[in-house]
């Protein structure tokens, strides 16, 4: 592992496939031009918006989405990561699908969202993820890069589940990313705090790409793409417009923490 730039995404994603691969890719070369070698999308990048209409173009979404990723690695010459975009499974449904892909094209790691969103929030709003997404059934192997350290994936409503987050951490992680579409209603108050969290207790970086502002008249996403060092630090904040949120991984730096938080050592349970 060395000192390199990563970067987490921010995106408005809206259910136009097509505009929302543009506005990727401009993001994805904002990013490169500012030295990122780590590029990683939010969830629901290719597509955000209504429900059925995701399933009837699931199948396009899907193919379309991978061989943007796998694109854009080669284009730009970087690893990169595509948080959550719909593949196909059984019984009419999809896989919410993170996908990680090296700059030579090739797939380095897939992994299928497994804690699914079905919640009824205060401000009225009703998420039903599970009507149209299956759930996955495994944690994902963790990927270790030579140059980048050892990768662990994740979704959104994921990062609510630690015991998850020390399973990855348990099998050697030093990078969890946390690809998401907050809602703007629980993101302001758990959005931070919570992946400040994963990163204090594992002793990891977080890589948090994210939706922001109106996907449709209902859907309001938080924003706030952050990147998280090990002590909790926020060292990049993308705020709440479409952009970019910057910052160097450095493994001196996980060391040091390491060294002098041991808590990794200390565990009496699990």
């Known amino acids: 592992m060395k000192p390199y730039l990563a970067a987490a995404v921010q995106m408005t994603s809206l259910p136009d496939l097509h505009k929302n691969l543009a506005q990727a890719t401009d993001l994805i070369e904002l990013a490169v031009r500012r030295g990122a070698e780590l590029v990683c999308l939010p969830e629901n ?103 980048y350290g050892n990768l662990g994936m994740s979704v959104c409503y994921d990062v609510r589940f630690p015991e998850f987050y020390r399973a990855l951490s348990k099998a050697g992680a030093d990078v ?17 705090v919570l992946l400040q969290a994963r ?4 002793t990891t970086y977080v890589i948090a790409p994210a939706q922001t502002g109106f996907h449709n008249s209902r859907r309001q996403s938080h924003g706030h793409a952050l ?3 090990p002590w909790g630090v926020v060292l990049a904040d993308a705020s709440i417009e479409p ?10 730096r996980l060391d040091q923490v390491r060294q002098q938080m041991p808590c990794l050592n200390h565990r009496v349970f699990g």
């Open 227 to 229: 990147i998280v060092d």
């Open 45 to 147: 990048f290719s597509f955000l918006g209504d429900e059925s209409a995701k399933i009837e173009q699931a199948e396009t979404i899907g193919l379309e989405s991978e061989k943007f990723i796998k694109t854009m690695a080669q284009r730009f010459q970087i690893t990169i990561l595509g948080g959550g975009y719909p593949v196909p499974a059984e019984a009419g449904k999809v896989y919410n699908t993170a996908l990680l892909v090296a700059p030579d094209g090739s797939e380095l790691a897939r992994y299928h969202k497994v804690h699914l969103f079905d919640v009824e929030l205060p401000d009225g709003n009703i998420y039903h993820e599970s009507g149209i997404v299956l759930a996955g059934s495994e944690i994902p192997p963790i990927y270790a890069s030579p140059k």
């Open 176 to 192: 969890l990313f946390v690809p998401a579409a907050f809602t703007a209603f629980t993101g302001k108050d758990h959005w931070q």
């Open 199 to 202: 990163a204090i207790e594992n």
């Open 243 to 252: 952009g970019v949120a910057v910052a160097a991984i450095e493994p001196s």
